[in-house]
T-cell receptor
Framework: AQRVTQPEKLLSVFKGAPVELKCNYS??????LFWYVQYSRQRLQLLLR??SRESIKGFTADLNKGETSFHLKKPFAQEEDSAMYYC??????????????FGPGTRLSVLP | KAGVTQTPRYLIKTRGQQVTLSCSPI?????VSWYQQTPGQGLQFLFE???????NKGNFPGRFSGRQFSNSRSEMNVSTLELGDSALYLC??????????????FGEGSWLTVV
């Protein structure tokens, strides 16, 4: 089955440390991938999309087709980065038709 | 412009009842999609509507249904509620269908508790 995995449910790092949130996908074709973030008591929102190759709030994500990964990285984590992060692909066609599927999410906790 | 708004924000229902949740998309957006968010299952896609037509449906039982009106507002309905339906139900809108690559904007959600 085509799917997106985020192996870490919880990731804790200290302020100023580098952070990498892992995302792996397993479907064919040319994927288009997104990272969404949900801060405490805020709505889910788009953080960045790979096609734009931009850096948002210091975060970057590179699509690695060889490793089928789209890891989210930031060189120096800040406390305000603490949130739930979801990796998501563009809809793909599976047995049920097209679905927009999110990964299970990783909760990032940046400690002072 | 106003974001995606969902009503009601919180509600409590008993098993066997039915519930209707409402979503008003961002003005000009024609696609509305619904998701169920629970601690155990994460975010799961329910269905997507575009121009009043259901485009996609997730792997949920027929008790979950929805519709979209000509003004793009959408409702979802859950009949014969079960305890496991307790969740945050998120609505999202985008300019066109989600597979076009347009950004999806989420509402704050409707918290449903089934007792």
């Amino acid at each position: 089955a085509q799917r997106v995995t985020q192996p870490e449910k919880l990731l804790s790092v200290f302020k100023g440390a580098p952070v990498e949130l892992k995302c792996n996908y397993s479907y064919s074709g040319s994927p288009e991938l997104f990272w969404y973030v949900q801060y405490s008591r805020q709505r889910l929102q788009l953080l960045l999309r790979h096609i734009s190759r931009e850096s948002i709030k210091g975060f970057t994500a590179d699509l690695n087709k060889g490793e089928t990964s789209f890891h989210l990285k930031k060189p120096f984590a800040q406390e305000e980065d603490s949130a739930m992060y979801y990796c998501a692909p563009l809809p793909y066609r599976d047995n049920y038709g097209q679905n927009f599927v999110f990964g299970p999410g990783t909760r990032l906790s940046v400690l002072p | 412009k106003a974001g995606v708004t969902q009503t009601p924000r919180y509600l409590i229902k008993t098993r066997g009842q039915q519930v209707t949740l409402s979503c008003s998309p961002i003005s000009g957006h024609r696609s509305v999609s619904w998701y169920q968010q629970t601690p155990g299952q994460g975010l799961q896609f329910l269905f997507e509507y575009f121009s009043e037509t259901q485009r996609n449906k997730g792997n949920f039982p027929g008790r979950f249904s929805g519709r979209q009106f000509s003004n793009s507002r959408s409702e979802m309905n859950v009949s014969t509620l079960e305890l496991g339906d307790s969740a945050l139900y998120l609505c999202a809108s985008s300019l066109t269908a989600t597979n076009s690559g347009n950004t999806i904007y989420f509402g704050e959600g409707s918290w449903l508790t089934v007792v």
